[in-house]
């Protein structure tokens, strides 16, 4: 069974750091674009970052370039967020996806998804 499994969420101050793991069972992640989205409540969910499955090209949204870093492990099958210098904007659910396609940015272009795991920047 194909799944996908995010950990690493939790509170943090505005200003600090946390680091989003993704661990994938039942497939293996070489070959994937894997890409990182958030959802915060009563909104739509949002492109965050993606990188391809060498790890040598990374896209990220506007919003948190600069601050994000997108790292995977394909030995390990993992990919991680780090997330600096966090706003209360950052809120949100972040969730893990995977794709063939080649860094999309659109929700619709990754069929597998994992569960989520909230984020929640405030002092």
């Known amino acids: 069974q194909v799944q996908l499994v995010e950990s690493g969420g939790g509170l943090v101050q505005p200003g600090g750091s946390l680091r989003l793991s993704c661990a994938a069972s039942?497939?293996?992640?070489?070959?994937?674009?894997m890409g990182w989205f958030r959802q915060a409540p009563g909104k739509e969910r949002e492109f965050v970052g993606c990188?391809?499955?060498?790890?040598?090209?990374?896209r990220y949204a506007d919003s948190v370039k600069g601050r994000f870093t997108i790292s995977r492990d394909n030995a390990r099958n993992t990919v991680d967020l780090q997330m600096n210098s966090l706003k209360p904007e950052d809120t949100a659910n972040y969730y893990c996806?995977?794709?063939?396609?080649?860094?999309?940015?659109?929700?619709?272009?990754?069929?597998?998804w994992g569960q989520g795991t909230q984020v929640t920047v405030s002092a």
């Open positions: 996806a995977a794709t063939f396609q080649v860094v999309p940015e659109s929700t619709g272009s990754y069929p597998y």
């Open positions: 039942g497939f293996t992640l070489s070959g994937y674009t």
């Open positions: 990188t391809t499955w060498t790890g040598d090209f990374t």
